[in-house]
């Protein structure tokens, strides 16, 4: 059997465990509902609670790709200056260091304080959030490039803006896809973080509200839905890696944070 495939067939086997085994310890122990649901209980919430969840799955996923967009585009322009320049960098990692240091929760509010409540602070969070993993691994990427070979190009006429395009960028490929299947998951933590604070719509805000009414079963199928979305997203950038930079593809996925 192919290796792939066993590891599939691993992987899933390692995850209907788990629900089996969290449903039937639910059951032995007689734990509440109210404490931890079982998975068959989560599952009928799905079931039943969709049609109401579809609108709000639609806005979180609205909110996080949208923040995730305008995230790559900023951080890939910043990356780039800050990898081609030590200038910039000297300059403006502290900055963005000190940035990324501030918790993102301490941020929401003043979001809301400017822009109201609603879809555009959850778009900003999940803005802000996922620059940095891209900031540091585009940087990363391009600062690592080998000086033998850009030596080999200028001393051939190649220009710093060739040298980029036609080395640098390549080059640079694994790390921009490593950070983009870090940051797709952390866009999600911002959206639906800004969601439970400043939003009457969206999965944050659906689960927000299920807690404060005791609907438990709830909430875990939020966690749920952004569990899977969150998977899917993610494969799907593994897709477009395994696509774009076969040529780097390792035994398994490192991501420089």
């Given amino acids: 059997m192919n290796e792939n495939i066993k590891i599939r067939i691993m992987s899933l086997s390692l995850i209907v465990g788990f629900f089996v085994i969290w449903e039937v310890l639910c059951i032995m122990l007689g734990v509440s509902d109210l404490i ?19 609108p709000h799955i639609l806005q979180t996923l609205y909110a996080t790709l949208t923040g995730f967009s305008l995230g790559v585009i900023i951080g890939v322009s910043i990356g780039v200056l800050i990898g081609t320049s030590r200038v ?4 403006a990692y502290p900055l963005l260091v000190g940035f990324s240091s501030i918790p993102k929760v301490a941020v929401v509010p003043i979001l809301v304080l400017w822009f109201g409540s609603g879809t555009t602070p959850a778009i900003l969070t999940a803005m802000i959030i996922c620059v ?13 490039t080998e000086p033998d070979l850009e030596d080999v190009l200028k001393t051939l006429g190649a220009s710093k803006r060739e040298v980029l395009w036609n080395v640098g960028l390549p080059r640079t490929m694994p790390y921009f896809f490593a950070s983009l299947k870090v940051a797709i998951t952390l866009s999600f933590v911002g959206a639906v973080l800004s969601e439970t604070v400043a939003s009457n719509r ?22 749920f839905i952004l569990a899977i979305m969150g998977v899917a997203l993610y494969a799907f950038f593994s897709f477009l890696e395994a696509r774009v930079t076969g040529w780097a593809t390792r035994g398994k996925d490192i991501a420089v944070t």
């Fill in 36 to 54: 931890l649901p079982r998975p068959s209980e989560i599952a009928v919430t799905l079931w039943t609670r969709f049609p109401v969840l579809w």
């Fill in 88 to 91: 910039a960098y000297g300059v």
């Fill in 132 to 144: 940095f993993p891209i900031v540091v691994n585009i940087s990363t990427g391009l600062a690592t």
């Fill in 202 to 223: 969206g999965i944050g805000n659906v689960m927000m509200t299920a807690s404060s009414n005791f609907q438990v079963s709830l909430v875990f199928a939020g966690l």
